[in-house]
């Protein structure tokens, strides 16, 4: 399992590429802050959230994390 840091570094390293939501919805996101705000929603995720999926990782589906801001 990864720490949140290097978590947070990986999304920064990723910002502005073209992912996959498991629907296969295609999305971008920017890192502002604290704060990651992707292309399909108009709400921004701090990155708080991600801190508390971590320990939920690896995912085989969303059901873990319904209770987190952008689950999908």
């Known amino acids: 399992m990864i720490d949140a840091e290097t978590l947070w ?3 920064e390293a990723h910002e502005g590429q073209v ?5 296969r919805q295609a999305f971008t996101y ?3 802050s604290s704060t990651v705000w ?7 995720i701090g990155r ?3 801190e508390q999926a971590l320990p939920l990782l690896p995912l085989a589906n969303t059901v873990p994390v319904h209770g ?3 689950p999908s």
């Open 68 to 70: 987190l801001r952008g």
């Open 19 to 23: 992912l996959h939501q498991i629907r």
């Open 38 to 44: 992707p292309s399909t929603l108009a709400v921004g």
């Open 30 to 32: 920017e890192v502002r």
């Open 9 to 11: 570094n990986r999304i």
């Open 48 to 50: 708080s959230q991600f």
